[in-house]
């Protein structure tokens, strides 16, 4: 079979477990080969575990004990997980994972490697060097390098610490060896480029870097004066956490105001560095955001390069990372089957000809298009396979551009890794975390090999989630309802860039934005575990707020759509919104959404019924 | 069945997969409660994958693709994994991992909870909850709080995360609230202890609170004011890397020399602490650790804690962190069936009652019972599930002393988690990740269910892997061989702490230290991947170097025991050792040791052979 033509149904267990016995039967087998392993080391040797121990007493007690604590949780499990393999669920990012993901971790984690120490796990480390590699071709990193994260958080600072530490040197080598970086400034040694950097210590031996390297800002010192750190209006939690824990602290951190369509405003971005520069404060970083938790929203990454290298003209420059955690995968879309970018023009025919959407659409905007094609200019770049790898929890990862930058936060600890063994990557050296399971480089290493990251592969998993979304979005701009003669029309945020779409419900001609909010908060809770069993539920979704701190008045637009005015939202300063990560790999079909539109529907009804109602009590 | 006859065997696969046949069986009943679970969910509901697809060629196709790519999988790690279940296997802090947890992770996993948003993992946050409770617990923290995390390295850069933010805080009530601490001067600001910094913090509502966190060290700046991190001289590398990412900066650590034991030297701590606030140095914090990597060595906690005690007379007050990373879980051996601290005198006598040793013998010295017990007077420590929690990777942990102490670093992100809502943990405002395994959390809850955090559980498997250390030793001091004529004998370094055990071969009258390093090598690379399978091995083992950048002269003692002079240490310094790190669940039984010491010893003479002819033929 050509890779061309992957039925995906067959990767994943199913909304009604429809592959439930192949997957059983594939685990049954695996776990067999483990077991055999185990029993043909040494084959010499005699069990340790006698029958007559087996039949014990105390074994027989121990092993009653483990069955119950096991039905315990297994009890506790069931009544309080989430039911997101199902076709009614529009909430968190999640839904079912892939089947050989599930395998493989369960079938991995027998051995328990541990990839921080190539000498514990000599499979699975490979296979991590493997991913890693996988990564960086995704973002066109000819000279790249990757590996998996605990989570994207990490990865973010893991992104941060290169940058923080990267942007340091400059200075150092002017402290250590003058020579290396003689004609320059301070304010130029401030603003060199990465491969710069990257050049002028590859002039070193390794001596000379240990030396620079403890100059840098692992020394510590005021790390202020490596500049600001420059992130999206929507900033996601975990890069304020990041400049916290990173040291260079949230003093440094600058907001950019994101536009009515949740994107970074690129010109604000421009005046921002501009006038910053102009007080001869540097630039440490600008972070780019490719599927923002809320929004889904894409950032116009080639558009924040383009103005790199225009400042660069002039003499500033900073480290670019791309918070791709969510949307990196995405990337797939835009790679033909030989992993080279696919132009423009092409794009819907090829995306119709590998099944990557159902439709003859083409759903990927040219700016969404330009921004996946240039995260390859980024120094770094946060990607999730715990997101849109459709990965079982917790795989993050990171790529960066040039596999020079590992030796500038590297560390060695004898006992794990000796400096110059030649493993395929003395990992622990590198990364944050000093363990990581081998079973998570298993689980993805097995996704990147039955899904191609390309459009062959990822690239139709995901069309399937963006052609849903689309079709979850068509579908809101016409839903209303007539609620004991209340008329409650739904509004759709914005035209999706990826795949979440977000709305509100608004009672027609309410002027009052809190009304909506409760309104919406309410219909929420109705829907969540909040006010019963997730598993009674018939539409479960996820909700959060747009608040004038974090998002200024970019939600302005979409108040006003939603029948307010500017005064109101200038008063309200917040508003409620629903929120639907859309992963399913099944609705993007369209008899599979025409059977559920109805029954999300008369659910959606239900739910608004009782959340007036419960309005109503409480007022 | 009272907890206090629990049979171990029933808990393990077993090294000839004696208890294959349960595992599976109680796999495939747990995969089956899930797929019904599933097929429930709103049982009207028609499935979306057809029996038709099912049977189609492109299913078939994908299926036959996933299948193979599964078998690759499957063909490599049976070739290059490491078989640690064996009793041959006596290296890196492996072993087999409980199969209940391996059983609750393979379950967890398929309902892909994340920890990090209760909305989304109700079942499994409870859980982790719950298993932070123990943790707290286990430390005898009766206010305390704790965590599951990535993993142990994560979690020392967490309790840096804490002391660093929490010693910031007085100058920042001061800036914020002067009133707070209007009688303080900047050395006693700096100088004030966690509950003094908590009580005060207490007093202000939650705006003032945020103000003032905001003025604190996450805030960025000069981090070096708040003093040095104190760390034994054998440092784990992950504190090197911590006091590099949190920006304190390498500047600021400063390593105590440790005794010929291993363990950090208190007169030297307090030496140097007491010569650095003459000076007027703050002292952001001390690590002490328990269970160090290399040597299994447990710092003397309990003296640590009085030498705070002492200092604070004098004004003089830090951060306590213990590292319990590996031995945190001993902590059990301490505690009887009610989780209390069993005096020292009815130590011995209990732990054979509840056959927590075979022989009538207390392996636990004073010193590391007091150690153990002590660790309810530090701030935080950090504690592995992952290594003696025999619990898959990556499962590392926290505790604090104090819930408080929470909130100094919290965040709160709106999407996620609401500040107020009543959810049994918002854990992502708290912690370092972004997103973490609910399967973790199932896998650790279970282990801690079936096994008590007491002697009657844990201290009972900790107390195997002990003794299995005391008999290895015990087999090593008697070790010699002669092969070829050349008479080669075991030395090992030090009566084991706890469960590893570390020795050096050397040749009768060498009196070359690099010889004797060459050899050991060499021995461990017969033993190693680096020379073939690891399924070929029929004895494996890890080795380490203890180099006098690291280790000062504390390995004079040891290489003076292997016949080497004081000069030749100088000359060399550094000697390569040898390491086991004894977790097996059944070598503790003589029998069982007794069969494979003579295995063992066979198979070190073959390699010892080899080694031998290696290093004639490269000479």
């Given at each position: 079979m ?13 909304d009604?477990?429809?592959?439930g ?6 685990l ?12 043909n080391?040494m ?7 006698s029958?007559d ?9 121990t092993?009653?004990?483990m ?18 393999h199902s ?10 994972t ?6 493989a971790y369960?079938?991995a ?5 541990n ?29 790249g390098?990757?590996?998996i994260?605990a989570d994207?958080?990490?990865a973010?600072?893991e992104?941060?610490?290169?940058a923080?530490?990267?942007?340091s040197?400059?200075?150092a080598?002017k402290?250590v060896?003058p ?19 990257m050049d ?9 870097i ?9 020394a510590?010192g005021?790390?202020s004066?490596?500049?600001k ?10 890069w304020l956490?990041?400049?916290?824990i990173?040291?260079?602290?949230l ?12 994107h970074?405003?690129?010109s604000?971005l421009?005046?921002?560095i ?5 007080q001869h404060?540097?630039i440490?970083g600008v972070v ?15 558009k924040?390069?383009d103005?790199?290298d ?7 420059d900073?480290y ?13 879309l ?11 023009d092409?794009?819907k025919?090829?995306?119709?000809e590998?099944?990557?959407f159902?439709?003859?659409k083409e ?9 996946l094609?240039?995260i390859?200019r ?6 999730d396979?715990h997101k ?7 795989a ?7 596999i020079?930058?590992r ?13 110059g ?10 990364i944050l ?16 090999h ?7 592969g ?6 399937q ?7 979850f979005y ?6 209303d ?6 008329h409650?029309i ?7 860039d990826?795949?979440i ?8 001609n309410n002027?009052n934005i809190?009304?909506?909010?409760r ?6 809770d ?6 019963g069993s ?8 996820s ?8 998002y ?19 008063k309200?300063q917040?508003?409620?919104i ?21 029954e999300?529907?008369t ?7 009782q959340?007036l109602?419960?309005?109503q009590?409480?007022?």
């Amino acid at each position: 079979m050509a890779n061309d033509d992957l039925n995906l149904d067959a990767l994943f267990i199913g909304d009604k477990a429809e592959n439930g016995d192949l997957y059983k039967d594939l685990l049954d087998h695996m776990v067999t080969e483990h077991l055999e392993w185990r029993k043909n080391y040494m084959v010499q040797d005699a069990p340790l575990i006698s029958h007559d121990d087996q039949v014990s007493e105390s074994f027989k007690a121990t092993e009653q004990k483990m069955k119950s604590v096991l039905q315990e949780l297994s009890d506790r499990l069931q009544a309080s997980s989430i039911p997101w393999h199902s076709p009614r669920y529009w909430g968190q990012m999640n839904s079912e994972t892939l089947m050989p993901s599930l395998l493989a971790y369960s079938y991995a984690m027998l051995w328990n490697g541990n990839n921080v120490a190539y000498e514990s796990s000599p499979a699975t480390s490979q296979m991590e060097e493997e991913v890693g590699h996988d990564f960086a071709c995704l973002f066109g990193f000819d000279k790249g390098w990757g590996h998996i994260v605990a989570d994207g958080s990490l990865a973010n600072l893991e992104g941060l610490w290169y940058a923080r530490n990267i942007k340091s040197l400059p200075l150092a080598m002017k402290e250590v060896k003058p020579e290396l970086v003689a004609d320059k400034t301070d304010w130029q040694l401030l603003n060199m480029s990465v491969s710069d950097i990257m050049d002028c210590l590859e002039q070193c031996d390794e001596e000379m870097i240990d030396r620079i390297k403890e100059k840098s800002a692992r020394a510590g010192g005021d790390l202020s004066k490596l500049g600001k750190w420059i992130v999206p209006q929507t900033k996601h939690y975990s890069w304020l956490k990041a400049a916290d824990i990173i040291g260079i602290g949230l003093d440094q951190v600058i907001a950019v105001p994101v536009d009515d369509h949740y994107h970074m405003d690129v010109s604000a971005l421009e005046e921002i560095i501009r006038s910053l520069t102009d007080q001869h404060i540097p630039i440490l970083g600008v972070v780019a955001v490719v599927g923002s938790t809320e929004e889904g929203a894409i950032d116009y990454v080639d558009k924040i390069a383009d103005l790199r290298d225009t400042l660069k003209q002039e003499g500033i420059d900073f480290y670019f990372h791309v918070d791709a955690a969510y949307g990196g995968y995405a990337r797939s879309l835009v790679l033909d089957s030989h992993n080279d970018v696919i132009p423009y023009d092409h794009l819907k025919e090829m995306h119709y000809e590998y099944h990557v959407f159902q439709e003859n659409k083409e759903y990927l905007s040219q700016d969404v298009y330009n921004a996946l094609v240039h995260i390859s200019r980024a120094d770094s770049v946060t990607v999730d396979p715990h997101k849109m790898g459709y990965v079982p929890y917790a795989a993050g990862g990171i790529a960066i551009r040039d596999i020079r930058m590992r030796n500038v936060i590297s560390y060695f600890a004898t006992y794990v890794f000796e400096k110059g063994t030649e493993a395929p990557a003395l990992l622990g050296a590198y990364i944050l975390e000093g363990s990581k399971a081998g079973a998570t480089a298993a689980s993805v290493w097995v996704a990147h090999h039955v899904l191609p990251l390309n459009i062959t592969g990822y690239g139709k998993l995901i069309g399937q989630s963006i052609e849903a979304a689309n079709r979850f979005y068509d579908f809101l701009k016409t839903l209303d309802f007539t609620i004991n003669g209340v008329h409650i029309i739904a509004h759709p945020l914005v035209t999706p860039d990826f795949n979440i779409v977000d709305w509100a419900f608004n009672i027609e001609n309410n002027q009052n934005i809190d009304d909506m909010n409760r309104l919406n908060h309410t219909f929420f809770d109705e829907t969540s575990i909040y006010t019963g069993s997730a598993y009674d539920k018939e539409f479960l979704t996820s909700h959060t707020d747009f608040a004038k701190p974090d998002y200024g008045d970019s939600p302005l637009h979409f108040v006003e759509s939603c029948g307010f005015t500017g005064e109101e939202w200038q008063k309200a300063q917040k508003v409620t919104i629903l929120r639907a990560c859309i992963l399913t790999p099944f609705m993007y079909d369209k008899d599979n959404f025409a059977r559920y539109a109805g029954e999300i529907k008369t659910a959606m009804e239900k739910y608004l019924t009782q959340a007036l109602q419960r309005i109503q009590t409480e007022q």
